[in-house]
Nanobody, 126 residues
Framework: QVQLAESGGGSVQAGGSLRLSCAAS????????MGWFRQAPGKEREGVSC????????YYADSVKGRFTISRDNAKNTVYLQMNSLKPEDTAVYYC???????????????????WGQGTQVSVSS
């Protein structure tokens, strides 16, 4: 049974930090590149960051570049998102997702992702 379980969400003040984790099971984690997405109230889900199967390539949305860091531990089947200098506009439900690297590059296209977690809430107050 495939499962992606996010954890680490919570409520923080602006300028604070959170570290999200996503534990994968039921599929060969090291064969998938991983993405973090978020959905704010009343908005469409958007890509935040993604990381290659080996972890040597990462990509960030402009809105989080320089503040968020994605990483993965293939031995633990876990992907992380370190979020620093949080802003109220970062408030959203954060999802992790897994995609096979069929193409030449990673993508934020949701259709590319085979598995999704249930999400974890991040709330940032001003």
């Amino acid at each position: 049974q495939v499962q992606l379980a996010e954890s680490g969400g919570g409520s923080v003040q602006a300028g604070g930090s959170l570290r999200l984790s996503c534990a994968a099971s039921g599929f060969t984690f090291k064969h998938y590149y991983m993405g973090w997405f978020r959905q704010a109230p009343g908005k469409e889900r958007e890509g935040v960051s993604c990381i290659s199967v080996s972890g040597d390539s990462t990509y960030y949305a402009d809105s989080v570049k320089g503040r968020f860091t994605i990483s993965r531990d293939n031995a633990k089947n876990t992907v992380y998102l370190q979020m620093n200098s949080l802003k109220p506009e970062d408030t959203a439900v954060y999802y992790c997702a897994a995609a096979r690297p069929w193409g030449l590059r990673m993508s934020f296209e949701e259709i590319e992702y085979d598995y999704w977690g249930q999400g974890t809430q991040v709330s940032v107050s001003s």
